[in-house]
């Protein structure tokens, strides 16, 4: 299948266009698409602008509130609940994760949890923002279900991720992971794409495994480590969810197929300001020990590089910078088609190689 090569900025501003169109403003637009070409950017395509025509549509529906709005309900010099008032997740998300920057700069540390909430796309994305503010990152969210609790193949739980980050000397080190063996939005963008998904990923509806991705949409994905995997679900959802006072599991509204009712998805964002433990550069130099340790180990036959958490990521960003993000014919043609929907003039057509 074609691949076309397009500057980041270039998709940036074209994906914020689209987004003003909806009524948000343009500083807001662009954090919302800023998110989403980092995705691309990373190589979690799931979740990069593949994603427009659904937060369009949720915006153009009136599901979803255009201009963000965020509501401290109760706060302590540790701690905050957060009512982000139906806002486009990523803006309620950077707006709130550097409050949380904020007050860790004060108190040493801080736990924010966030209800009335959408979608905040890859949570890579907050987390690389306290990391780059030398504090400690830490960000879960809960989404609709899509994992089942180990021994039902029913799904009630979302494959709620959980993202944690440290700054180094170098490129921060940031695990951001789903607790199933893949993020749903693989499965639902290799059924957009037309392609079969390994084994191993998901189950039917009625349980059976599966290798179709549209089937595999319809069922569940497998937990890591099966109970293990369920468990760490189970948890974020609980923190996201109830401690929030947003909706959890199944009661959550779904983004693709629910246009009347608000998601009311919860969030946590964490951080720990470093320097109130240990001087940071002893803190960064350690980390760096670790990765230079790790990166000096033997190598199992075939590998070539031990990488760090969120290196292949962080790494495939830069190489992406330079040369362009690479998209699906699929997901060209859906952008071409938005821009003659939303009447916004179509500027990807200059391909970088
Ligand atoms: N907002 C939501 O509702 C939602 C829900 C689920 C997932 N997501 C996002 O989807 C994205 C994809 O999640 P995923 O679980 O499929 O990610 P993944 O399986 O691609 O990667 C998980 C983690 O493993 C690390 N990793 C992968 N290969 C590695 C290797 N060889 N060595 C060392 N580390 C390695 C990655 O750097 C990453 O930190 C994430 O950005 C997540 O935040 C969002």
Known sequence: METHYIN??????????????????????LITADSLVEADLCGVESHGVSRMTIYLKRLEEGVVN???EIKVERE??????????NSM??????RIMQKCIDKAKESGSCFIAVNHSNHFGMAFY????ATQQNMVGITMTNAPPNIAPWGSYRPYMGTNPVAIGVPTNEEPIILDMAPSVVAMGKVILAAKLGNSIPEGWALTADGRPTTDASEGMKGTVLPIGGPKGYGIALFVDILCGILSGAQFGPYLGNMWNDFTNPQNL????????ISKFLPLEIFKEKVGQIKRDIKALPKNPGVDIIFMPGEIEWTRAMERREKGVPLSDTV???LKQLGEKYRVGFTLCKEEK
């Open 8 to 29: 980041w900025m270039v998709l940036r501003e074209y994906c914020q266009k689209l987004l003003e169109t909806q009524g948000m403003p343009e500083d807001e637009a």
């Open 66 to 68: 255009p201009v963000c």
């Open 76 to 85: 302590y010099p540790g701690s905050a609940l957060i009512n982000a008032c």
């Open 89 to 94: 997740g990523m803006v309620a998300g950077i």
């Open 126 to 129: 907050y987390v690389k923002m």
């Open 266 to 273: 919860g969030h946590v964002f964490c951080c720990i300001d």
């Open 332 to 334: 060209y043609k859906e």
